[in-house]
């Protein structure tokens, strides 16, 4: 979703080759992405490049011509973008995933409670990117916004499973607008998937990893 959504904003053509996530990985994604073995990988000029906060800057650094930077040109609010897309990387995400196929019933709560904090620390640096505009990036979509926009449809999965708004008007109401902005621009409205087959992704995906964990006699 990440590559999809900068290729639009650049107003870039593209071929999309889907990779099943249920399926033995392709031969195709062991060959261009040797390390990780993972998607996303970018085809461009016959090259591979992985990992999606690396694709985006990648090509925004091609594509230069497109009215639609997706990071600053200020080396000090480009060192932020990344600082915090880094954040939802890093942290907030693998919180979120521990909850959808990792987390044990003991554990939930605590889990829960640590993704419901990185709402509100998103929150915060929400108010300090956006400088009172619509998104992360200011008038724009940009890097963070694609960064946190691409899990919005996992937010709202993992709120329904956990019977709770992750994001609420009641803590995060700077967050809730932007949600609706970004869910909205044309460059994301084509791409975000249907949370409902979404979500029966997540629990057969759940099912896989959890198979794969369980100790064999």
């Given amino acids: 979703m990440r590559v999809k959504i900068a290729l639009h904003l650049k107003s870039v053509r593209y071929e999309d080759v889907e990779e099943d996530l249920l399926a033995p990985k392709s031969e195709l994604l062991l060959k261009s992405n040797p390390v990780y073995k993972k998607i996303p990988v970018f085809f461009h000029a016959h ?13 925004d650094e091609v ?16 060192s932020q973008s990344r600082f915090w897309a880094a954040y939802v990387d890093d942290k907030f995400f693998p ?3 521990r ?3 990792g987390a044990t019933e003991e554990d939930k709560k605590a889990v829960l409670a640590e993704v419901v904090e990185g709402t509100v620390v998103l929150e915060g640096a929400f108010g300090e990117l956006s400088k009172g505009k619509a998104f992360f990036g200011g008038d724009n979509i ?15 999965v993992i709120g329904k499973q956990c019977e709770t708004k992750l994001v609420s008007e009641a803590k995060t109401p700077r967050l809730v607008q932007w949600a609706d902005c970004f869910s909205a ?6 791409v975000l998937p249907d ?3 979404l979500a029966d992704f997540g629990l057969k995906l759940r ?3 959890l198979k794969a964990l369980a100790p064999t006699n």
């Fill in 195 to 197: 949370v409902d087959k």
């Fill in 142 to 156: 940009g890097f963070v916004d694609i960064a946190l926009g691409s899990l919005l449809g996992w937010i709202e």
């Fill in 63 to 78: 594509w230069t011509t497109s009215a639609s930077s997706i990071l600053p040109s200020d080396p000090y609010e480009r």
């Fill in 207 to 209: 099912a896989k990893i």
């Fill in 99 to 101: 909850l959808l196929i």
């Fill in 95 to 97: 919180a979120l995933r």
């Fill in 47 to 59: 090259n591979p490049i992985c990992e999606s906060l690396i694709i985006l800057q990648y090509i």
């Fill in 185 to 190: 621009h044309e460059a994301v409205k084509d």
